[in-house]
């Protein structure tokens, strides 16, 4: 037969009364009363029939059975939250040149929004890890499943010559990467040539 845990709210009282050593820092960090982190406490102690503090005026030190339980309990509750957090969705942290970012990656976030409203999105100009235009490329990197979805259109760089990409036909648009309007959808003006 299995035996009934003790409650989960006196197990959360007591360990932050043992890593605070002090149940009055316990209770703040729990947003709770003294009195009822001391009842918890007592709660837990009565369950187990082992005394799990020592009171004192200034402090509240485990037992060596209470330092037992504290330690696995605070192994416990760090891989419960550490499991919480890897399942739980944390944003998506995109990172480019700030030019990249205004001219092609803004004005394809409202049809990412539109479908996808729920997943927040970070923009990043300052990242060393930039996405470079090469991982837009079909088959590269982390961005084909957005290439895939729709929201933004894959450009290749043609291959490297002698000439400064900026000088050949095609001009800014092969530097970029941003693509020509009829590729992006965009309306985009050609300045100069």
């Known amino acids: 037969m299995v035996q009934a845990l003790p409650s989960l709210v006196a197990l959360r009282a007591f360990e932050a009364a043992a ?17 009822a982190v ?82 927040q999105v970070e923009l990043n100009t300052k990242s060393r890890n930039s996405i470079k235009s090469r991982d837009l490329a079909p088959g590269a990197g982390i961005s084909p499943p957005l290439v895939a979805m729709g929201y933004f259109h894959a450009i290749p760089h043609p291959p490297s010559t002698k000439k400064p990409a900026a000088a050949r036909p095609g001009g800014l648009w092969a530097v970029s ?4 309007a009829e590729a992006t959808g965009i309306p985009v003006r050609r300045i100069g040539g």
């Open 38 to 119: 001391s009842r918890h406490v007592k709660a837990l102690e009565a369950a187990l029939g082992v005394p799990l503090m020592r009171r004192g005026a200034l402090s509240s030190d485990p037992t060596p059975e209470g330092a037992c339980l504290a330690e696995g309990l605070t192994a416990a509750f760090g891989l419960i939250q550490a499991t919480i957090e890897r399942v739980t969705p944390g944003p998506l942290t995109l990172s480019c040149s700030a030019s990249i970012m205004l001219c092609w990656l803004i004005p394809r976030m409202s049809a990412f929004h539109a479908v996808h409203g729920d997943v």
């Open 19 to 35: 890593r605070h050593r002090s149940l009055t820092r316990a209770a703040e960090e729990l947003c709770v009363t003294h009195g």
């Open 177 to 180: 990467g941003i693509g020509k």
